[in-house]
Structures are given as structure tokens and as C-alpha cells.
């Protein structure tokens, strides 16, 4: 299930992709709005679809929501009483840096919940009642997973809509690799490093069959 604050978020989300797919050159192309909204709502979608279904199949809830920032710095003085919104803020603001350029891919992040069911399983000799990093690295691996394949298979059809979709679910799925604060990536490197680096391996083959 989908609460409403996920629902707000990834509305939110949305919003914003459709705003920097839109923005070249220092111009925002209306044109464009309802082409990159399109794109927006399929990419991000997609995305949240396998992080749930991983989520439901390893025995936990996700939480989804935008990817926030509450410690700039090591110091206890840098740290804000309530997460500043970076999911929102940074990705429009390399875009306008930029002039449209950079296209910043990250706008939200997630957190896992164990079932009672999960508590109950016993691995080995020990008892996980948690959630552990391979949790977390899992729901990532396999999320990124879903959209090269997402990506790939929509690269076969010559249709312009669909050639946005391949391009920019490959390049969302990559931005998911960014190993900082609460992102995919970091939660993926804690979980395996050696997967890690398989996963930037992968998404650079993937990305020479897909983009050249």
C-alpha cells in the first residue's frame, strides 16, 4: 500500500523531473511538459514498483519519501532541526546552473520496515528481527535492475516516446548508484561493496548497448 504522504512525494517528484526534462538552454519548453510528464510518470513509477515488490518480497513495508538533508557537516551545530528537502532543491538547482544541462536524477529515498513474518525467520543459527544493510542493498540492486531492463526493452521501438523512456530510466537508474547521505547508492555500498562495484560495472555495459 501506498500512504499519502508516498502519494505527496512521488507527485512531487514527478513535478520536478517533468520541470528539468523540460529545461534546455536556459529555457523551459512548454512544449515539451506534457512529453517529459509522460516519461516522469512511467520512470518514476516503475521505480517505486520494484522497490515495493522487492520490499513485499523479502518481508518488509517501504516508506517513501523525498530525499532529505539534516547534516551538512560532522559538527552538531550543522545539523537542521528538520531535513532540508535536497530531493527538491538540488536537482532544480544544478538544472538552472547548468542552463538545463545536467539533468540531477535524485529525488527521493526510502526506508524498510521488518513484517512480523520477517521477525519470526530464523537464518542460520541467528535471528535477524531488523532490518539489515543486504535488506536495503537488495531492494536497491534489484530496483536498478528493473529499469535497465525497462530501459533496454523500450530502446528496441523507434517511437520518440519511447526512446525518452529507455534513455531517462537508464539515467535515473544510474543516478541511483551516487553513494551520499540517505541515497540508494550509499545503502547499496553498506550492503556490498563488491555488488557495488558489479552494479557500476553492469550499468557501463548496459550503457553501451543502450546509448551508442
Known amino acids: 500500500m501506498i500512504s499519502k504522504k508516498e502519494v505527496l512525494a512521488i507527485s512531487l517528484a514527478i513535478i520536478v523531473m517533468t520541470l528539468i526534462l523540460s529545461f534546455s538552454k536556459g529555457i523551459l519548453f512548454t512544449t515539451k511538459l506534457i512529453e517529459s510528464l509522460i516519461v516522469s510518470i512511467v520512470v518514476i513509477l516503475f521505480s517505486v514498483l520494484c522497490k515495493k515488490t522487492i520490499a513485499k518480497k523479502i518481508d518488509t513495508d517501504m516508506n517513501i519519501e523525498i530525499w532529505g538533508l539534516q547534516r551538512f ?24 546552473l547548468s542552463g538545463g544541462f ?41 530496483s ?9 526493452v523500450t530502446s528496441f521501438f523507434d517511437y520518440n516516446i519511447l526512446v525518452q523512456i529507455s534513455h ?6 544510474a543516478y541511483s548508484l551516487i553513494p551520499f547521505g540517505n541515497l540508494d547508492g550509499l545503502k547499496l555500498f553498506f550492503a556490498s561493496r563488491p555488488l557495488y562495484f558489479f552494479s557500476i560495472i553492469l550499468m557501463a555495459i548496459f550503457g553501451a548497448i543502450i546509448l551508442l
Open 168 to 173: 531517462w530510466s537508464f539515467f535515473y537508474a
Open 102 to 142: 545536467v539533468k540531477f536524477l535524485t529525488f527521493m529515498q526510502f526506508t524498510l520496515e521488518a513484517k512480523v513474518s520477517k521477525k519470526a525467520k530464523r537464518y542460520g543459527r541467528h535471528r535477524f528481527s531488523g532490518i539489515t544493510d543486504w535488506d536495503n542493498g537488495l531492494v536497491v540492486f534489484y
Open 73 to 96: 557537516w560532522i559538527s552538531r551545530r550543522t545539523t537542521l532541526k528538520k531535513p532540508a528537502p535536497m530531493g527538491l532543491i538540488l536537482p532544480l538547482l544544478v538544472a538552472f
Open 144 to 152: 536498478m535492475i528493473g529499469l535497465v531492463l525497462l530501459s533496454l
